[in-house]
């Protein structure tokens, strides 16, 4: 087979990092899907090992994961008896061979050797003959052929079609087909892109021309700024941020480019008592204060494990806000009675927007969770906005494309409060290009490469 898409790394490696690095793979991806951990908390699991090795588990979880329904149907039509739950790692042993055999240079022999290797040093050799078998007729199956041409005919066969194209679960693809009948298919391939390492620079500190003169000085890399977004800049290759000048000194901040909207629209003004409401890890509460060193923030999340790291990012960056662990619903317990000037509402979302960075959020979001979202982002608006002062502003946000969760959901609350107004979002907001007309606010979609999907709506808090 002629391989011509997505081809991530060749592998250089010798036979035992190869079966370090499947392992940690393996395991990573077992913690996600069958125990609903996330991905980003797993991949510590990668840092005591060597760097290379590291980059290659890296690449397999996440690549399988990025492409899990479609793997899963590539795969379906070979194996005979589908397998038990319990050999769900048998299963991922082959998607990671069919995920490196259709998206990767590694040559195929190559792939099946280490996955048959994989599966005879486990518990399970048994299950050896099986793989070879299964994937060696995948291989003669496909030989020769386009991958496009693999999935488009697989994609024929299954009902599940439009899961193995799009490789996305059908609820997903559905809700988006509903909300954005011109733009659905964009953001589903968009979604399956690798999305940029991009930076915050701390302009405090420094301009970001200066900043790239330092990468390129010192680690080899440049980057690409974005016109009217003056801390952003997006880099050519991702590096470990310890690598990069200035990271303990607080140069810099890993942050989307959407995301940097935020801080943005809600301007700080010096005096500004800003509650950041659902805080964690921090980044747009440090971006605040980046933007203007003389306000006050309370910073509250439900999760102190996830609070504790708005501490360290603060700190790194030489930042005091408040901080409160606590439910942002349950006002009565945490609020001090002191009204304030601006809110963040940055809710938790279906995180649809982020797929690119979290590709298990397909796996680990179920269509279910939506409406407990919905209600849980109503009454986290409801309640806070009772917060603000008179004359003051509030940003709603999300990292979701649903309507529910973004533009409806601010219409409904816009019928249930008489001293809301929309206000115009600020020009810089459009610099970001892939967006969509919305009945209020803005949506961003994760389309032009640049930024990640995002929703914001402002509103002000009438005199009455
Ligand atoms: C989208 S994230 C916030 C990201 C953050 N603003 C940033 O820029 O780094 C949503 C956060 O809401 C928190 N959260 C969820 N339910 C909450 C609740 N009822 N009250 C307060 N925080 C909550 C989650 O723990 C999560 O950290």
């Not at 699991?45 to 690549?63: K, Q, V, Y």
């Not at 892109?193 to 000085?217: C, F, G, S, V, W």
């Amino acid at each position: 087979m002629t391989k011509i898409f997505h081809k991530p790394m060749t592998n250089t490696q010798n036979d035992t990092s190869i079966l370090t690095s499947r392992k940690i793979a393996l395991k990573i991806l077992l913690c996600v899907l069958k125990e609903g951990q996330s991905l980003s908390s797993l991949i510590q699991l990668t840092e005591n090992i060597e760097a290379r090795d590291a980059a290659f588990a890296r690449m397999l979880s996440f690549g399988v994961l990025r492409f899990y329904q479609q793997l899963q149907a590539l795969l379906k039509p070979f194996i005979k008896k589908p397998l038990k739950s319990k050999d769900l790692d048998i299963q991922l042993i082959m998607l990671m061979a069919i995920y490196q055999i259709m998206y990767t240079r590694v040559p195929d022999f190559a792939v099946v050797d280490s996955a048959v290797k994989q599966v005879r040093k486990s518990r399970k050799k048994w299950a050896a003959k099986m793989v070879n078998g299964v994937l060696r007729n995948y291989l003669r199956h496909i030989d020769g052929k386009d991958p496009d041409d693999v999935i488009k005919e697989i994609a024929l066969k299954e009902i599940e079609g439009e899961e193995a194209v799009f490789s996305h679960p059908q609820w997903i693809i559905n809700k988006l087909k509903k909300d954005w009948p011109e733009s659905w298919r964009e953001i589903l391939t968009a979604n399956n892109k690798q999305a940029p390492m991009t930076l915050r620079i701390n302009l405090q500190h420094i301009r970001a021309d200066e900043y790239i003169t330092e990468l390129e000085k010192n680690a080899e890399v440049s980057g690409d700024k974005i016109t009217g977004l003056p801390s952003v800049l997006i880099l050519q290759q991702a590096r470990d941020v310890k690598q990069l000048p200035g990271f303990s000194k607080g140069w810099f901040s890993v942050q989307d480019a959407g995301a940097q909207l935020a801080a943005l629209i809600l301007q700080p003004v010096e005096g500004d008592h800003i509650l950041d409401a659902c805080a964690a890890p921090g980044g747009k509460t440090a971006h605040m204060f980046e933007l203007q060193k003389g306000i006050q923030i309370t910073a509250l999340d439900i999760s102190a494990s996830r609070l504790q790291r708005v501490d360290e990012n603060c700190q790194r960056l030489g930042f005091s806000p408040s901080l409160i662990v606590a439910d942002a619903r349950a006002v009565d317990e945490w609020w001090s009675g002191e009204l304030f000037d601006k809110i963040l509402l940055d809710v938790p979302c279906s995180a649809t927007g982020v797929i690119r960075r979290h590709p298990d959020i397909k796996s680990l979001r179920r269509e279910e969770d939506i409406d407990a979202l919905v209600e849980l982002q109503r009454e986290i608006l409801v309640k806070n906005w009772a917060l603000l002062k008179p004359g003051g502003t509030l940003l709603y946000a999300t990292c979701s494309l649903f309507k529910a969760e973004n533009e409806q959901q601010i219409m409904w609350f816009l019928q249930q409060v008489d001293d809301a107004a929309l206000v115009d979002l600020p020009e810089i907001v459009t610099e970001l290009g892939s967006q969509s007309k919305v009945s209020c606010g803005v949506q961003l979609f994760p389309v032009d490469g640049r930024s990640d999907g995002f929703y914001y709506a402002l509103l002000k808090k009438e005199h009455l």
